[in-house]
C-alpha cells in the first residue's frame, strides 16, 4: 500500500521546483491521481510530460503496487492560462 | 523513443500492428469484456471516432510487457493512432476535450 506523500515526494526528486498535488482516488493505497505544475514542462508533448512524471515511479508500476495514477501535466505558463479552475 | 535494447523481432511486430489500422488501442480484456475501467473508457472515447482495433495485453505476457518497452510508457491503455503512440487515458481524455482527437484521427498532425 502506498501513501500519497512517498508518490510527491519522489516526483519532486526528479522534478524539483513544480507543484505536486497526490491524491488516493479509492482509498485503497493503490489508485492515485496527481497534478502536476513544472517548469520542466515547457515546450514538451504531453506525451514527454507523463513519461517524465512516470520515470521515478517505474518500480511501483512495475510491481502493480501502483495500479493507476490519473495525471494532469502543465507548464506554469499553461497552468496560468487555466486560471484557479 | 523504444529501448534500443528491444529485440527487433518484437519491434517488427508492434510496428506492424500498430500500423494495421488507422486506431488501435492496446488494453486489458477486449470490446466486448473490457477487464479494466481505463480500457473501458478509452475504447468508448475512441469508438465514437471510427471502428478501434483492440489487442488484448492480457492475452500474451510478451505483449503485456513488450508494449511498454516498445512505447516507452509504463502503463495500460495505450492508443495509437495511424501509427504514431497518441498516450494512455488521460492524454486521451485531455484531446477529447480540446477537439483535438478527431483531428488526429482524420489525419490532421497535431497542435
Known amino acids: 500500500m502506498l501513501d500519497p506523500n512517498a508518490i510527491r515526494e519522489r516526483i519532486l526528486g526528479t522534478l524539483p521546483g513544480s507543484e505536486v498535488v497526490v491524491n488516493d482516488t479509492t482509498g485503497t493505497g493503490d489508485h492515485f491521481e496527481a497534478r502536476v505544475v513544472s517548469p520542466d514542462f515547457a515546450g514538451k508533448s504531453m506525451v514527454q510530460q507523463h513519461q517524465l512524471v512516470y520515470a521515478p515511479l517505474q518500480d511501483w508500476l512495475k510491481s502493480g503496487e501502483l495500479h493507476a495514477l490519473a495525471l494532469k501535466t502543465y507548464s506554469p505558463e499553461q497552468w496560468k492560462k487555466l486560471g484557479s479552475r | ?111
Open chain 2, 1 to 111: 523513443m523504444t529501448t534500443p535494447a528491444m529485440n527487433p523481432e518484437i519491434k517488427a511486430r508492434f510496428d506492424k500492428e500498430v500500423n494495421s489500422h488507422p486506431i488501435v488501442l492496446f488494453m486489458k480484456g477486449n470490446a466486448l469484456f473490457p477487464q479494466c475501467g481505463f480500457s473501458a473508457r478509452a475504447l468508448q472515447i475512441l469508438q465514437q471516432h471510427g471502428e478501434v482495433h483492440t489487442v488484448d495485453v492480457l492475452a500474451d505476457p510478451a505483449v503485456r510487457q513488450g508494449i511498454k518497452d516498445y512505447s516507452n510508457w509504463p502503463t495500460i491503455p495505450q492508443v495509437f493512432i495511424h501509427g504514431k503512440f497518441v498516450g494512455g487515458s488521460d492524454i486521451l481524455m485531455e484531446l477529447e476535450d480540446r477537439g483535438e482527437l478527431a483531428e488526429l484521427v482524420a489525419g490532421k498532425s497535431p497542435a
